[in-house]
């Protein structure tokens, strides 16, 4: 029996289910509304439902994937556990006092983000490590049970225990694990040295503080979705995409919850990689748009752009600053409030704006006829002929034109403006969003987005692909296939990962290098475990050095690859050729990103990081599809808005299902497939390739 994989995406709209079955590269999707209340019904019932569409049985599933925004929205809206937060005395107040940074900096009523533990519920235990892990004042555990006591009286059902200095030693914070274990075994613990053990006391205890907070729920959810799988045939043994973009046991996820607040996007970002390999392209902009949100991630050379912080639950969604930081690896994503759920309104000035309040699933858009009232970006595309009524998500759904029509009659009585011309605002002003987004975050990585391809995935992407492409001056988009469940694709075609890091403070030119490899290697000895764990479908191995450096007297870091090492020498020459190596592979990405060194200034390196990754073992290749030099007839046609004629043009509309390669034909035109629509425009040529991916070529852009 053929043995088939499962991914499944939990978004803030649609939960996506994708089943892949390697050896004969056979694909099937199905997409379900995701069930807010209760997030594993939606899984259970989309499961069933896909398996007995395609005549999948329970027992040839041997592998089950899986990502959700379930953590990231119990941050935001703030539904977590009661927690509380142990810390040194005198720091108690480290979550709020925050780096005393604002962000907006003419606001003089701004409001930080409140901390996930409030005053009454943070404690402080005597007791003291120096910066070198030493300690110089003895714990007080008697203090620290007695104080826990307190909290556990108050309701704390989470603890975060985050101590000064335990980055450079965990002993005080396994010593207080310990016996507030004995002492309270029902109490969840967190300790800062096994989440964040990391430089930079606000971010590691907001880290801290942050998986503390949604550890009872992940757990809870992860152990009752394990066993409703195991209920329905399923393995338990599911894997959880990381924010890293890898793959990892749910034990592991159990443990670290907080490592999974972007494993969609991250799974997104994958998705489009994969495919863009598969054209020879490198170089691309992944282009994941939602319900909820839209983003774009920065892939050169074929690696989604790796950052080792980000921030969650920002008070203003896209001010930087707002929110709570976060300290751990995560594909470097931006977004921006513009998904297919994001509410169009006149703000407070009259101007037409878009998001970032979303309608979601419950009630959703108004065109869903579940109680919506107010139109969103797929009501608008619905309007402008772009979305076909009768097939969206392959006809599961059915959707109300005149709702939409509706909506933006009174929007557009409010703007003076028609309902057509204010649904076209809305349409113009996603792309018009993301693209300035696009610009802005690929120049500050020095690169001219114009050089790049645009991968377009998620239910809205090849929707508003080819109007981004246009302002942007991208001059070829791709669109996978099942591009609107991209995400859960990419579950299951990642690779497994396991991320290490901790602070150290080392000078390539001076210090002893032994000491460096200790470090590295009781890293690497942290790292293998959840790789080995996974062996049998993952491998071989590969291990990648990193660290956060400075020039010494600088305030932030640069993150570099380092050589591979191990760095063992002989004698003095093999010792001054790694202390060069070191030093030179700091000095030469900090010279690629800032045009100059200062002189004479030596290099620190303050940060170790190590990554393991294992690619699986049966790569997916989906079966090809035979070429055909003829040219289908479209199934329809149907008036379509588009703003080069300024009016609806008479389209023809294909089914991306009777396509094959060699299909080619010039703007206006829409391929439909149950997942999305790929929207070609006048200034567009589309062709479908052998790997089945359709390649929109725009002959000019904007």
Known sequence: MSKWSVGIDIGGTFTDLVALQHATGTQRSFKVLTTHGDPSMGVIEGIQQLMRNHGIPADSVELVVHATTLFTNALIERRGACTGLLTTQGFADIAEMGNERKYDLYDLQIERAQPLAPRHLRAEVAGRLNAQGQEIEPLDIPQALAA???????????????????????????????????????????????????????????TTLANAYIKPMACAYLDKLADELAAIGLPRGVLMMLSNGGLARIDDARELPIALLESGPAAGAVSAVHHSLLENHRDLLAFDMGGTTAKLCLVTQGQPSISFGFEAARRQRFAEGSGLPIHITTVDLIEIGAGGGSIAHQDALGLLKVGPRSAGSEPGPMCYGLGGDAPTVTDANLLLGYLNPDFFAGGTLAMDRQQSEAGFAALGQQLQHSAVATAWGVHDIVAENMAA??????????????????????????????????????????????????????????????????????????????????????????????????????????????????FVGQGFNLTVDLPSGPYHFADSAGEAAWRAQLDQAFRSEYQRKFGRVPPDVPVELVNLRITGEAPPVEPFHAAPLPASHSTPEPVAHRDVYFHEVRDYVSTPIFRRAQLRPGFAMAGPLLVEEPSTTVVVGPLGRITMTEHANLVITVETAQ
């Open 148 to 206: 826990v006591d307190t909290l556990v009286h108050a309701g704390v059902e989470s603890l975060a225990i985050c101590l000064l200095h335990a980055y450079a030693s965990p002993q005080h914070e396994l010593a207080l694990q310990a016996a507030i274990q004995a002492r309270h075994p029902q109490l969840t613990l967190t300790l800062s040295s096994q989440t964040a053990p990391v430089i930079r006391e606000y971010e590691r205890t907001t």
């Open 437 to 550: 987004a696009a610009r802005v975050h690929v120049s500050e990585r020095g690169q001219d987005p114009r050089k790049f391809v645009l991968v377009a995935t998620g239910g809205g992407g090849p929707l508003h692909a080819y109007y981004v492409a246009r302002k942007i001056g991208i001059s070829t988009i791709i669109a996978p296939p099942e591009a609107g469940v991209a995400s859960a694709f990419g579950l299951l075609v990642a690779t497994a990962r396991s991320d290490r890091s901790r602070t150290i403070s080392f000078k390539p030119a001076t210090d002893d290098l032994r000491a460096l490899e200790t470090q590295f290697t009781a890293l690497e000895t942290q790292a293998l475990p959840p790789l080995h764990a996974l062996e049998q479908g993952f491998g071989p191995i590969q291990l990648q050095r990193r660290a956060d450096g400075r």
